[in-house]
């Protein structure tokens, strides 16, 4: 894999993670209904929303890595050799 797949294939994890985490802060937003006071839907989301968020910052590091190791802010062609 070259550098240039690399990089895409990360932003494209931290993209995905970006869009799965707008759809769980809209589903956050919505009522809850037929759990009377079980908390068990919530705190899941809340777990999911969190794993989102480590992944997508995990993600946005090391694209910001991958693009500062060519120096020029965009990954190398290069095949690691």
Same mark, same amino acid.
């Given at each position: &894999?070259? @550098? @240039? %797949? /690399?990089?895409?294939?990360? =932003?494209? =994890? !931290? %993209?995905?993670?970006? !869009?799965? /985490?707008?759809?769980?802060?809209?589903? @956050?937003? &919505?009522?809850? =209904?037929?759990w009377g006071e079980r908390r068990s839907p919530t705190e899941a989301l809340h777990y999911g929303l969190e794993l989102m968020e480590w992944m997508r910052d995990w993600y946005a590091r090391k694209e910001r890595a991958l693009k500062s190791r060519s120096g020029t802010g965009k990954a190398g062609t290069s095949a690691p050799g």
């Open positions: &894999m070259t @550098d @240039d %797949e /690399l990089l895409a294939n990360v =932003r494209a =994890r !931290r %993209e995905w993670c970006e !869009r799965v /985490l707008a759809l769980f802060h809209e589903i @956050d937003e &919505m009522p809850v =209904r037929g």
